[in-house]
T-cell receptor, first 113, second 114 residues
Framework: EAQVTQNPRYLITVTGKKLTVTCSQN?????MSWYRQDPGLGLRQIYY???????DKGDVPEGYKVSRKEKRNFPLILESPSPNQTSLYFC????????????FGPGTRLTVT | AQTVTQSQPEMSVQEAETVTLSCTYD???????LFWYKQPPSRQMILVIR??????QNATENRFSVNFQKAAKSFSLKISDSQLGDAAMYFC???????????FGTGTLLAVQP
C-alpha cells in the first residue's frame, strides 16, 4: 500500500530536550516536505527536499533541522524544542513537480511544555 | 508572494443540500495548480479535487466540483448532496513554481446537519 508514515504520532516533551520525528514513504518520490498546522494559520511549510542530499528552507524553518540521506526518509529534528513549537506536524511526499498530488502522513501531535 | 484566502471560518449545511466553500488566491504566475484538501477529525489530509490553471474546464469528482475563475483568482468548492461524512475542515491550496510548495488557506470548518 502506497503510504507516508510518521513516528511518533503523539509526543509530549519538555523544553530543550532534543527530539526527532521520522517520516518515510514507499512510493519512490523525489520530493518530500514538512508542514506544521496551527489553528487559524492553516499549514505552513517548514523544510523541503527535492531529492537525496538536497534540502531547503520553507516559510517557517527556525528551530528545525532536516536531512535526506535516503530517498525514502526525511526526518525532522528539533534540537532544542520550545513551547512555540507545539503544533501538529505533517510530512508529505510527491513526484517532483507541482502537477503531482502530495501525499500526507497521518500527522504528529507535538506538545512542548 | 503567493497567498490563499478562505474567508469563511465555519459553514453549515443540511444533509442532502448543496454548499459552496470560497477561496481566493493571489499570484503573478501563469502556470499553477489549485487543490482542495479535506481534513476529517482523524486529521488525515485527503485530496478532494485538483485544478490545473491552464484548463478552462472546471474539475469535477463525483459530488465535488469547483468554480475556477482565473481572471478573478477565485477557486470555490461546491459539494452537492451533502453527507454526514463530508463534515470536516476543508483547505484550499496553491502550488506553483519550482519549489513545489503547497500554500494553504486557513481552512473552513464544515458542519453537516442531519
Amino acid at each position: 500500500e502506497a503510504q507516508v508514515t510518521q513516528n511518533p504520532r503523539y509526543l509530549i516533551t519538555v523544553t530543550g530536550k532534543k527530539l526527532t520525528v521520522t517520516c518515510s514513504q514507499n512510493m519512490n518520490h523525489e520530493y518530500m516536505s514538512w508542514y506544521r498546522q496551527d489553528p487559524g494559520l492553516g499549514l505552513r511549510q517548514i523544510y523541503y527536499s527535492m531529492n537525496v542530499e538536497v534540502t531547503d528552507k520553507g516559510d517557517v524553518p527556525e528551530g528545525y533541522k532536516v536531512s535526506r540521506k535516503e530517498k525514502r526518509n526525511f526526518p525532522l529534528i528539533l534540537e532544542s524544542p520550545s513551547p512555540n513549537q507545539t503544533s501538529l506536524y505533517f510530512c508529505a511526499s510527491s513526484h517532483g513537480t507541482a502537477s503531482y498530488e502530495q501525499y500526507f502522513g497521518p500527522g504528529t501531535r507535538l506538545t512542548v511544555t | 508572494a503567493q497567498t490563499v484566502t478562505q474567508s469563511q471560518p465555519e459553514m453549515s449545511v443540511q444533509e442532502a443540500e448543496t454548499v459552496t466553500l470560497s477561496c481566493t488566491y493571489d499570484t503573478s504566475e501563469s502556470d499553477y495548480y489549485l487543490f482542495w484538501y479535506k481534513q476529517p477529525p482523524s486529521r488525515q489530509m485527503i485530496l478532494v479535487i485538483r485544478q490545473e490553471a491552464y484548463k478552462q474546464q472546471n474539475a469535477t469528482e463525483n459530488r465535488f466540483s469547483v468554480n475556477f475563475q482565473k481572471a478573478a483568482k477565485s477557486f470555490s468548492l461546491k459539494i452537492s448532496d451533502s453527507q454526514l461524512g463530508d463534515a470536516a475542515m476543508y483547505f484550499c491550496a496553491f502550488n506553483g513554481g519550482a519549489t513545489n510548495k503547497l500554500i494553504f488557506g486557513t481552512g473552513t470548518l464544515l458542519a453537516v446537519q442531519p
